[in-house]
Each structure stands twice: as C-alpha cells, then as structure tokens.
C-alpha cells in the first residue's frame, strides 16, 4: 500500500466532508464583523473551525465506535449526548440550514421579482422532497455531485479570492473591538463541524480498518497526514474569505448572513458568477442533507422502534418547516445550543485523544463543563442578571470561556483526589 497516496486521498476526503455551506457563508460574516481586526478573530476561528474538528476524527483512534465515546461518563450519558449531537447536526439546525441556503443563496438571486414567501416555502417543500428521494432510494447521484462539486466550487473561491484580493474591493474599516479572538473562536461554533467530526470518525476509522489498518498508532498517523492536508484546504479558504469580508466591512450593509458571500461573489465575478456560486453551493447543500438525513434516519432507528423510512420522512418534514424561517433565523436558534454543546464536546475530545482513564477526572470535567456552560447560556444569551453576575466572578469568563478554568481544576482535583484514594 502507497502510504503517501493513501493520506493524499484521506486529506481530500477529510476536506470535503468538512467542506459546505456553512464553512462559505460564515467566514465573510467574521470579516465584516471584525473589519481590520480579522486577523485575531480569524485565529480563534481556525481553532474551532479547523483544529478541533480534527481532533475530533483523531479522538476515534482511541474508542473506535460512537457507543464508546462519553461511556466512561456513563451510557445514559453517551447515548443522551449522541442524541443531542446528531439531532443538531440534523434536523433541528444543519439539516434545514442547508435548506434556507440554497434558497437564499440559489433560488431567490434567480427569482428576485417574485414573491418571496411563496417562492421560499416552494422551493423548502421541492429541496426535501428531493432529499428524501435520494435518501430512500440511496441514489449514487450525491457521489456524482461530491465528486465533480467540490473541484468547481475550488476553481469558483481561487477565482474569487485572486481578483478580490487584487481588486477595489474596498479597505477593512477600523474597529475596536474587545473579545476578538474570542468572537472568531465561538463564531467557529457556527459551522458544526467539530459537533460532525464526532460522526466522522466512526466513518474514517471503519475506512481504514476496512483497508487492513488495525493500529490505532498507524491509524494515527495516516490520520495525522491527512488533518494537515485538509486543515491547509480549509484554512486558507477561511482566511481569505475573512480577508475579503473585511474588505467590504465599509460597504456591506446587509444583515444577513448569505448576502456578504453573494455580495462579494458578485463584487468579483459579475452577476453570472454570482449565479454559478449560487448553484454550486445549492448543489453542495443537497449533497450534505442527503447524507445528514441518513445519518440522523439511521441513528435513531437503532435506538427506537421506528424505521429508518419513518424517521427520514419525519426529519425532512420538519426541516423543510424549518427551513422557511430562513438562515439567519435558525443560526439565532442555534447559538445557545451551540453555546452547551460545543465546551462539552472539546472536553470529551480532549479526553478521549489523551486518553484519560480516570472516570473520576473523566466525569467530574464532563459535568463541570456542562454545569458552566448552561448558567453562562442563561446569563450570555438570555440575559439573566444572577447567572451573568455569576460568570462574571469566573476567570475568562468575560471572554466566553467560563467553563475553561473550573474543567481544569476540577478535572485536575478529582484526578489527584482518585489517585490518593486507590493508594
């Protein structure tokens, strides 16, 4: 076996699992946010958006199977946890975001004189009728469409970014700002690819010992190689859309999310490329639901009577619902979801790639983490004066990572404490 070939073939795989939508809509976003302050909120960005995805297919070098991946907290626990998980990287949010954006960013461009309602619960109710075409008839045409998309969608973003970069697009405006880096790493939140890297991994680990690679250090390694591969791919094209939404930070007026890669699409390519940007993406969009929609369908028909055509049918139904309220609305949804899982999910990836054994330290950063990250929830986002006084008296917890210090701590004491206690 070519090892070089097989981790150049791994690194690609990687990248274009990773690589959709929501990896092209919100780097823009961080751009204009941060005008000339992109770079440090960039930074934080790539922490969430690339390294711990990452991370998190290593991490499944040392459990091999979802059922084992927050056991050591207890199985109620992991199956609660992965419940969770696939629910928000299905239906609830990811699923129906693909929706919204290929209406925002495909349909509607194309359909402007139209009403906008009746053109977008329309094209909601044909996008996941689709979806549940190919889903249930486990149609190749996805594979067809990964496999010439992604290269077209590439071509499409180095176009973008070359005469972006050596255009007037116009200059970063300056902003102070407090908690920049902060911003970009919970902003990384958006893309659920740490949460999906979670899924993945069970995926690529199969894929290699399907392949005869047994050890979890070789499978390390090959896995290694291939997170560079894909981090390069995936950072690059993050840094340079942040670089161009920071560009038009000074002329970009429009609040939502998929307008700031539309606008700069456009800025760029003309409005025929803004055209061809839009059905890329929509076509990319398609391909992730698909394979969203089978996941959730074939997760919880393992863990309920229901069948994998039932729960397919159920999960379409309600994204496509979802979907009408537009990209914007679900990513407000979203955030104070986001905002419990993701600390959660760094810890158990953390844990599991280090290869904590203590289910004393184990359980006690896992609850911890969780414990923090509701009342900081409560108090960031919901704006409840005791718990945001409360976060306040942590340590970091005026930069979003309240969790941070109490996991450590406690993880550390609950480690030395289990230790003496064994002796």
Same mark, same amino acid.
């Given at each position: 076996?070519?090892?070089?070939?097989?981790?150049?073939?791994?690194?690609?795989?990687?990248?274009?699992?990773?690589?959709?939508?929501?990896?092209?809509?919100?780097?823009?976003?961080?751009?204009?946010?941060?005008?000339?302050?992109?770079?440090l909120?960039?930074?934080?960005?790539?922490?969430?958006?690339?390294?711990?995805?990452?991370?998190?297919?290593?991490?499944?070098?040392?459990?091999?199977?979802l059922?084992?991946?927050?056991?050591?907290?207890?199985?109620?626990?992991?199956?609660?946890?992965?419940?969770?998980?696939?629910?928000?990287?299905?239906?609830?949010?990811?699923?129906?975001?693909?929706?919204? $954006?290929?209406?925002?960013?495909?349909?509607?461009?194309?359909?402007?004189?139209?009403?906008?309602?009746?053109?977008?619960?329309?094209?909601?109710?044909?996008? #996941?009728?689709?979806?549940?075409?190919?889903?249930?008839?486990?149609?190749?045409?996805?594979?067809?469409?990964?496999?010439?998309?992604?290269?077209?969608?590439?071509?499409?973003?180095?176009?973008?970014?070359?005469?972006?970069?050596?255009?007037?697009?116009? $200059?970063?405006?300056?902003?102070?700002?407090?908690?920049? !880096?902060? !911003?970009?790493?919970?902003?990384?939140?958006?893309?659920?690819?740490?949460? =999906?890297?979670?899924?993945?991994?069970? /995926?690529?680990v199969?894929?290699?010992?399907?392949?005869?690679?047994?050890?979890?250090?070789?499978? %390390?390694?090959?896995?290694?190689?291939?997170g560079?591969?894909?981090?390069?791919?995936?950072?690059?094209?993050?840094?340079?859309?942040?670089?161009?939404?920071?560009?038009?930070?000074?002329?970009?007026?429009?609040?939502?999310?998929?307008?700031? =890669?539309?606008?700069?699409?456009?800025?760029?390519?003309g %409005?025929?490329g803004?055209?061809?940007?839009?059905?890329?993406?929509?076509?990319?969009?398609? $391909?992730?639901?698909?394979?969203?929609?089978?996941?959730?369908?074939?997760?919880?028909?393992?863990?309920?009577?229901?069948?994998?055509?039932t729960?397919? /049918?159920?999960?379409?139904?309600?994204?496509?619902?979802?979907?009408?309220? *537009?990209?914007? #609305?679900?990513?407000?949804? %979203?955030?104070?979801?986001?905002?419990?899982?993701?600390?959660?999910?760094? /810890?158990?990836?953390?844990?599991?790639?280090?290869?904590?054994?203590?289910?004393?330290?184990?359980?006690? *950063?896992?609850?911890?983490?969780?414990?923090?990250?509701?009342v900081?929830?409560?108090?960031?986002?919901?704006?409840?004066?005791?718990?945001?006084?409360?976060?306040?008296?942590?340590?970091?917890?005026?930069d979003?990572? =309240?969790?941070?210090?109490?996991?450590?701590?406690?993880? =550390?004491?609950?480690?030395?404490?289990?230790?003496?206690?064994?002796?």
């Open positions: 076996m070519n090892k070089r070939k097989e981790v150049l073939v791994l690194g690609f795989a990687l990248f274009a699992m990773f690589f959709g939508a929501g990896n092209l809509i919100f780097p823009p976003s961080v751009g204009i946010n941060m005008g000339d302050n992109w770079l909120a960039g930074l934080g960005f790539l922490l969430t958006g690339v390294g711990l995805p990452l991370l998190g297919v290593l991490a499944f070098t040392k459990v091999g199977e059922e084992n991946f927050s056991t050591k907290v207890s199985k109620f626990f992991n199956n609660a946890y992965c419940s969770v998980l696939v629910l928000v990287i299905g239906p609830l949010f990811a699923i129906p975001r693909n929706g919204s $954006t290929t209406i925002e960013m495909g349909v509607l461009p194309a359909l402007s004189n139209m009403d906008k309602f009746t053109v977008t619960v329309v094209s909601s109710v044909i996008f #996941f009728a689709v979806t549940l075409l190919l889903v249930i008839k486990e149609s190749k045409i996805t594979d067809i469409i990964g496999k010439f998309l992604t290269p077209i969608i590439l071509v499409i973003l180095l176009a973008i970014t070359v005469l972006g970069v050596t255009g007037d697009l116009g $200059t970063p405006v300056h902003k102070v700002e407090s908690g920049m !880096f902060a !911003f970009g790493f919970i902003q990384g939140y958006q893309t659920m690819d740490a949460l =999906a890297s979670v899924l993945f991994g069970v /995926v690529i199969k894929g290699l010992k399907g392949k005869g690679i047994e050890d979890s250090h070789e499978q %390390s390694g090959y896995l290694t190689g291939a560079v591969i894909a981090a390069i791919g995936l950072g690059l094209i993050y840094f340079s859309l942040m670089y161009l939404g920071a560009r038009i930070s000074g002329v970009e007026n429009s609040a939502a999310t998929t307008a700031s =890669a539309l606008y700069i699409a456009e800025a760029t390519l %409005s025929i803004k055209m061809a940007f839009g059905i890329c993406v929509a076509a990319a969009c398609l $391909t992730t639901s698909v394979g969203l929609v089978a996941l959730t369908s074939d997760w919880f028909s393992r863990i309920t009577p229901f069948s994998y055509k729960i397919a /049918v159920v999960t379409c139904v309600f994204s496509s619902v979802m979907a009408i309220g *537009g990209v914007d #609305f679900i990513i407000q949804l %979203s955030v104070p979801v986001l905002c419990i899982l993701y600390p959660i999910t760094i /810890v158990l990836i953390l844990f599991n790639v280090f290869g904590l054994e203590n289910e004393l330290a184990y359980k006690a *950063g896992v609850y911890i983490t969780l414990l923090i990250s509701i900081e929830t409560l108090g960031v986002t919901f704006k409840i004066g005791a718990f945001t006084n409360a976060v306040q008296l942590i340590p970091l917890g005026k979003g990572f =309240a969790w941070l210090v109490p996991c450590v701590i406690v993880t =550390a004491v609950a480690f030395a404490f289990s230790r003496k206690a064994t002796k």
